[in-house]
């Protein structure tokens, strides 16, 4: 399969919103609601943010927020701060049993 | 709590073999199905397998169908990767992750490969 599609890096000041798009197919992002999201920082695992397109784990904050339309997926931190400096992973169900995931989003905080 | 402790990396030369094995604690390992991903460095994360629950279904990436397989002891609360036939591209820190609901939900510490002569 291929990989889904996110933006190399995005960045914003403290305090500000940014959104992380994740772009895949008909064949999993559009065809079912199994999409997560996951922060990973240097050297450390991911960590699930958000589950199910929209769902935030317990202890995850809600200026983390999920969303889809169609084939796109889309991670938005509102309030922007600094330990939200990471990378950020999409990954979708792709039918088969099978995960795809995105090439990963540099989130700078300013 | 949830952990799951990968170990079994190393530096392998190509053509190689290595098995990973990844202990589970803290829930009921035989009702959870399991994958392997890795992520090579500095690149992004790689689904590699999935097993299901009773260790009777296998599905496998692509890039390791025919070299790699996956399997499980439910008595032992344990998840393993053979790989065989190693090549440079499988140089990765490779996680093990829980499945609920069709989605990565928790993941190892990693264990990195190194696949080189």
């Known amino acids: 399969q291929s990989a889904l599609t996110q933006p190399r890096s995005v960045s914003g000041s403290p305090g500000q919103s940014v959104t992380i798009s994740c772009t895949g197919t008909?064949?999993?992002?559009?065809?079912?609601?199994?999409v997560s999201w996951y922060q990973q920082h240097p050297g450390k695992a991911p960590k699930v943010v958000i589950y199910?397109?929209?769902k935030r784990p317990s202890g995850v904050p809600d200026r983390f927020s999920g969303s889809k339309s169609g084939n796109t997926a889309s991670l938005t931190i509102s309030g922007l701060q600094a330990e939200d400096e990471s990378d950020y992973y999409c990954?979708?169900?792709?039918?088969?049993?099978?995960?795809?995931f995105g090439g990963g989003t540099k989130v700078t905080v300013l | 709590e949830v952990q799951l402790v990968e170990s079994g990396g190393g530096v392998v030369q190509p053509g190689g073999s290595l098995r990973l094995s990844c202990a589970a604690s803290?829930?009921?390992?035989?009702?959870?199905?399991m994958h392997w991903v890795r992520q090579a460095p500095g690149k992004g994360l790689v689904w590699v397998s999935r097993?299901?629950?009773?260790?009777?279904?296998?599905t496998y990436a692509d890039s390791v169908k025919g070299r790699f397989t996956i399997s499980r002891d439910n008595a032992k609360n344990t998840l393993y990767l053979q790989m065989t036939s190693l090549r440079a591209e499988d140089t990765a820190v490779y996680y093990c992750?829980?499945?609920?609901?069709?989605?990565?939900?928790?993941w190892g510490q990693g264990t990195l490969v190194i696949v080189s002569s």
């Open positions: 992750v829980r499945d609920v609901k069709y989605q990565p939900e928790s």
């Open positions: 097993m299901n629950s009773d260790g009777t279904n296998t």
């Open positions: 990954c979708a169900y792709a039918g088969g049993y099978t995960w795809v």
């Open positions: 008909s064949r999993d992002i559009g065809s079912f609601n199994y």
């Open positions: 199910d397109v929209r």
């Open positions: 803290g829930f009921t390992f035989n009702t959870y199905w």
